[in-house]
């Protein structure tokens, strides 16, 4: 069991619903945001101009450099693949912060303790989905289990050839993206 | 898009020149007494002392930089982490390093026991020499920060550390009255040494990255050469850490200027340290470059209009 998700990028027009919605889902602050929408482009040249909104949140990673450098233990990959944070645990030292490639850790300043998006897993437990894909319009995200072969977002991947963020840096991220 | 690596600040910065400072001159004293050199005695003491109060000074500004000091003890918790690692080596050298000066007072019953005394050098050495280098390692685990993925990095540590290490104990020796003295003359020499040493890898490490990293890290390297950090780069580590105290020891056997040299060796570590910690920037997201708020904008905007729902909360109460 390995929990990932795919967004379509040809599909999200960056209206932030996900942003807002995993906001009101984990409570947070007005400044805190796990998951944020960057807008890319336009890139190329005229008229083979393209540009996309592409959203960014942790990317579950495999091999996550933050849970190999987390001293404490708080940060630590589930069984089922979603790397989740132990607050109780967490000392603040912000060494994850500094390794994770894709600077999606935050610290909560109230708590004194680093978060980040949970992949919602208190949902997928109950069979439901995250919050941000029950969020989604345009339907631009999936959410499932990436070492089913038959699940649907396996399928999705392989045909429109999804593929991680930054995969070069060998984290093994469980968060593919469809690019336009 | 990152301009600075802000998670670790100046108390890191600080932890890693006092402990880099602390354990290599303990280290460079730990060498002098196995290799039988005499007058070590008469300050191995106060130097491994100094040595272990610097480190310790040292862990303190990293527990500050903690959100839960209370919980520090959890550092221990998983020792397959560098962090965690560090936070070994250092509480044993710590352990040793105090353990070892009190062989150098005539007070403690176990002061004459010489073999343990070099015993507990050599497991002091270890435990230093591991302290100055996994900084490198730790550094070079942020693989979005192709800066610090350079292969030079654990040795540029070791280096810089050997040579606030000399400085350390010039300093303590000249304080001691042992200024003109042969001992003194040979750190002051191996220092010498290392600074042309530290000199050629660091400009080679900048340069290597420079025209074989990725593209933040050549941001990086540019942003120390020719951006932010050009004059601390330039004016603190190469004239006044390098260039400057080289001049000092090769024209000059006065223990002032060898002070003088040492202070500015120090000044220079430090200033290497900040700038190394503080340049590598993250590689940059898709379209974050084009983010013309940064986060920390957003925070400061986002209590502001919180704050202003409050007021209207409250308004509409009455």
């Not at chain 1, 949970?118 to 989905?129: H, I, K, N, P, Y």
């Not at chain 2, 040299?261 to 340290?273: D, S």
């Not at chain 2, 920037?281 to 704050?307: C, F, N």
Request: net charge positive; aromatic share 10%; hydrophobic share 50%.
């Amino acid at each position: 069991m390995r929990w990932g998700m795919l967004i379509d990028l040809r599909k999200c027009v960056g209206c932030h619903a996900c942003t807002i919605a995993c906001q009101n889902e984990n409570n947070l602050p007005l400044a805190l945001r796990y998951c944020k929408i960057f807008k890319v482009g336009p890139e190329g040249e005229y008229p083979n101009l393209t540009s996309y909104n592409i959203p960014i949140a942790c990317m579950h990673c495999a091999e996550a450099p933050c849970v190999d450098g987390c001293p404490s233990g708080a940060s630590h990959r589930r069984l089922d693949g979603i790397v989740a944070i132990n607050s109780d645990k967490c000392v603040g030292c912000q060494f994850c912060m500094l390794v994770c490639p894709y600077g999606v850790r935050h610290m909560n300043k109230k708590t004194g303790a680093v978060e980040k998006c949970t992949l919602c897993f208190s949902r997928l437990e109950q069979g439901e989905v995250t919050r941000c894909v029950e969020t989604c319009q345009l339907k631009a995200r999936n959410v499932g289990d990436l070492d089913d072969p038959n699940s649907e977002i396996v399928r999705l991947v392989r045909k429109d050839n999804a593929q991680p963020l930054y995969a070069h840096l060998g984290t093994k991220p469980s968060i593919y993206y469809i690019m336009p | 898009m990152e301009q600075k690596q802000e998670y670790w600040g100046v108390l890191a910065i600080g932890y890693l020149f006092l402990a880099a400072m602390g354990a290599m001159m303990f280290s460079v004293a730990a060498v002098s007494d196995l290799m039988g050199t005499k007058i070590v005695s008469q300050v191995n003491g106060w130097v491994s002392l100094i040595a272990v109060v610097a480190a310790g000074i040292g862990s303190l500004f990293l527990m500050v930089e903690l959100t839960k000091i209370f919980k520090a003890y959890l550092v221990y918790a998983r020792p397959s982490s560098i962090m965690c690692m560090g936070s070994y080596l250092l509480s044993s050298f710590l352990a040793l390093g105090f353990i070892y000066a009190t062989f150098f007072f005539d007070f403690i019953p176990w002061a004459d026991l010489s073999l343990l005394r070099k015993a507990v050098a050599g497991l002091g050495i270890i435990a230093s020499l591991g302290l100055v280098a996994y900084p490198g390692l730790e550094l070079a685990e942020a693989r979005g920060r192709t800066f610090w993925s350079g292969g030079g990095l654990v040795g540029l540590f070791l280096i810089s550390g050997a040579a606030t290490g000399l400085a350390g104990v010039i300093i303590v020796l000249v304080l001691f009255g042992l200024g003109y003295n042969q001992y003194t003359a040979t750190l002051s020499a191996s220092l010498l040494v290392v600074l042309i040493l530290q000199f050629v890898v660091l400009t080679g490490y900048i340069r290597g990255i420079w025209l074989t990293g990725a593209v933040e890290a050549k941001k990086s390297a540019a942003n120390i050469l020719y951006g932010n950090y050009r004059i601390v780069f330039w004016g603190g580590v190469i004239a006044l850490g390098t260039v400057i105290p080289l001049v000092l020891v090769l024209l000059s056997r006065e223990p002032l200027s060898e002070v003088l040299a040492a202070v500015l060796v120090l000044f220079g570590a430090f200033c290497f340290r900040s700038i190394f910690l503080q340049a590598a920037i993250r590689i940059a997201l898709p379209g974050e470059e084009q983010e013309v708020v940064s986060d920390r904008e957003v925070a400061r905007l986002a209590v502001m209009l919180e704050k202003c729902w409050e007021k209207k909360a409250a308004w509409l109460k009455k």
